[in-house]
């Protein structure tokens, strides 16, 4: 069986009906019959899901305005981009949604704080509402082979929150995926980032920008081939564009290379997020949503410049 490849989408590639245009063409551009892949909340939709919280917990403040906002701007992205069944469909589910975010906001309202788990509920509704609209969009076009399913990550990924941030539970999280996917599926999954559950079944999230985090997770669930991580630059740059002008990508990267640039700053990849990745050894690339024909950069066990000699390696230029 063809092994998994599992792309991970960030918000801004998922910012507009073009975004989402674009994000097919690329998972329809992948022969592979088995990919996953995993979705960050539109643009900003995160960030505005904690504001209701915070406008919650102000005294005076008025908060349905912003959540009608909210629910607008995904209506709007729905209706350019499926049939009017799904559409309608997509509509009932995100006001019943923000019927809930309502209920729990005018609970805050009332107490004049939040609790984690209620700010994790709300915060994890953008990821929800992209894929299940993404997903319908994906199938309606009809350019890729097999199933597309839905999955919702907060029935897969169990975590138990400690001093490290949460921790996958390997075993339970396999088991959940085993029984969501049926055996012999061929096709695209679509996954929720950023959500999941704690061990006593309570919502949680993988922390901010924890999509990538999801992303590695469901390349360990699945075996995957590869990982791509799929952002707004080309790759992970020599230096930072804004300081030195004729920063490159980088080709190619180890895995401890690549977390020693994050811990110097470098927005490579956290280096939490790939621990799954590199603990089953599989390669993560940094590609640019908005530039594919762009090979980005590679990070592995092994990259070929351990292993060409200097004569045959290829300079970062040249592959440009
Ligand atoms: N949407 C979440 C956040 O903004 C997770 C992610 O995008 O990675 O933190």
């Given amino acids: ?33 088995h990919e ?11 960030d505005a899901l904690l504001g209701l919280v915070t406008l919650a917990e102000t005294p005076d403040a008025y908060f349905p305005s912003a959540v009608e906002a909210l629910k607008k701007r995904h209506v709007e992205l729905a209706r350019g981009l499926v049939s009017k069944a799904a559409f309608d469909t997509y509509r009932e589910q995100l006001e019943r949604d923000c019927r809930d975010i309502a209920g729990m906001l005018q609970t805050v309202r009332l107490i004049r704080s ?28 009809g350019r890729i ?18 001093s490290l941030g949460p ?44 999509s990538d985090f999801s992303g590695s ?7 995957a081939a590869e990982i791509i991580i799929w952002t707004d630059v080309d790759g992970v740059l020599s230096a930072d564009p804004r300081l030195v002008p004729n920063a490159e990508v980088i080709d190619q990267l180890s895995y401890n290379e690549a977390m020693e640039l994050a811990y110097f700053g470098a927005k490579v990849i956290h280096p939490q997020t790939m621990e799954p990745a590199v603990a089953r050894d599989i390669p993560i690339f940094i590609r640019n949503t908005f530039a594919p024909q762009k090979r980005g950069t590679l990070i ?12 045959s390696r290829p300079s970062i230029r040249s592959r440009w």
């Fill in 1 to 33: 069986m063809d092994k998994w490849i599992v792309h991970k989408f960030g918000g801004s590639s998922v910012a507009d009906a073009g975004c989402f245009r674009r994000v097919a063409e690329i998972i329809e551009a992948s022969p592979n019959p």
């Fill in 36 to 46: 996953a892949v995993v979705l960050s909340a539109c643009r900003g939709v995160t």
């Fill in 114 to 141: 939040s609790t984690y788990s209620m700010r994790d509920v709300i915060s994890g509704y953008g990821e929800i509402w992209s894929t299940r609209l993404f997903a319908p969009f994906l199938r309606e076009r």
């Fill in 145 to 162: 082979k097999g199933d597309v399913l839905w999955i919702d990550a907060r029935e897969v990924v169990i975590v138990e929150w400690g």
């Fill in 167 to 210: 921790a996958v539970q390997w075993a339970v999280s396999e088991a959940n995926l085993q029984r969501l996917v049926p055996a012999g599926f061929a096709g695209r999954l679509i996954v929720t980032g950023f959500v999941a559950t704690t061990i006593k079944g309570i919502q949680t999230t993988l922390g901010r920008n924890g």
């Fill in 217 to 223: 997770i469901f390349g360990a669930l699945l075996n």
């Fill in 300 to 311: 592995c066990a092994n990259p070929y410049r351990r292993s060409r000699s200097r004569a």
